[in-house]
């Protein structure tokens, strides 16, 4: 987990509620991600980054906002929480390559994860 | 939808056996990467495979792929009690998008001392 970190690592909140969960890192990678991991589900791409004020859908992005206003920093936003979105939820961050060419791989660094309980 | 499902769901074996788990995928890769989760912690990657390779090592650990059948399988060999987590393959689609990394629903191996 070095380099990343998540906050909060566990939140308990009540249905209609807004959350933010905050993703900070230190490694200067310009790709950051939210997912979000359900038993059964594995891990689902929430949004993407590719850079300051750059974001993107993934596969599950209904009910989440995404901010990124530094490098370092990767928010995500649940306007008005709901029991589905109960969930704990991972940032990653990745460096695919060199300016705007691309390495070949794209190899994630996850955080620590941030459990969210809504009731 | 998953784009990448893994098979079995659970797997347990005794310390020094084999390990084998498969992942089957839905449509063209770039590469395709399995990672670790150990109860409660993110996860952690262990290798990469690129679509124009069929096998890969690192360790303990051999990946095959087969693009023909779409299909992935991590091989864990002498496990060991510390080998016990969760894991996962990942797919980097082709032809661009190479941001959105799918994950499969993973594979829980407990290895029994």
């Known amino acids: 987990d070095a380099g990343i970190t998540q906050s909060p690592r566990h939140k308990v909140t009540e249905t209609g509620t807004p959350v933010t969960l905050r993703c900070h890192q230190t490694?200067?990678?310009?790709?950051m991600y939210w997912y979000r991991q359900d038993p059964g589900h594995g891990l689902r791409l929430i949004h993407y980054s590719y850079g300051v004020k750059d974001t993107d859908k993934g596969e599950v992005s209904d009910g989440y906002s995404v901010s990124r206003s530094k490098t370092e920093d990767f928010l995500l936003t649940l306007e008005s929480a709901t029991s589905s979105q109960t969930s704990v939820y991972f940032c990653?961050?990745?460096?695919?390559?060199?300016?705007?060419?691309?390495?070949?791989?794209?190899?994630?660094?996850f955080g620590a994860g941030s459990r969210l309980t809504v009731l | 939808s998953q784009q990448g499902e893994e098979d079995p769901q659970a797997l347990s074996i005794q310390e020094g056996e084999n390990a084998t788990m498969n992942c089957s995928y839905k449509?063209?890769?770039?590469?395709l990467q399995w990672y670790r989760q150990n109860s409660g912690r993110g996860l952690v990657h262990l290798i990469l495979i690129r679509s124009n390779e069929r096998e890969k090592h690192s360790g303990r650990l051999r990946v095959t792929l087969d693009t023909s059948k779409k299909s992935s399988s991590l091989l864990i060999t002498a496990s060991r009690a510390a080998d016990t987590a969760s894991y996962f393959c990942?797919?980097?689609?082709?032809?661009?998008?190479?941001?959105?990394?799918?994950f499969g629903t993973g594979t829980k191996l407990q290895v029994i001392p």
């Open positions: 990942a797919t980097v689609p082709a032809g661009g998008g190479y941001q959105k990394v799918t």
């Open positions: 490694e200067n990678h310009r790709y």
């Open positions: 449509t063209s890769i770039n590469n």
């Open positions: 990653a961050i990745s460096e695919p390559g060199q300016g705007v060419v691309w390495s070949g791989a794209n190899v994630l660094t």
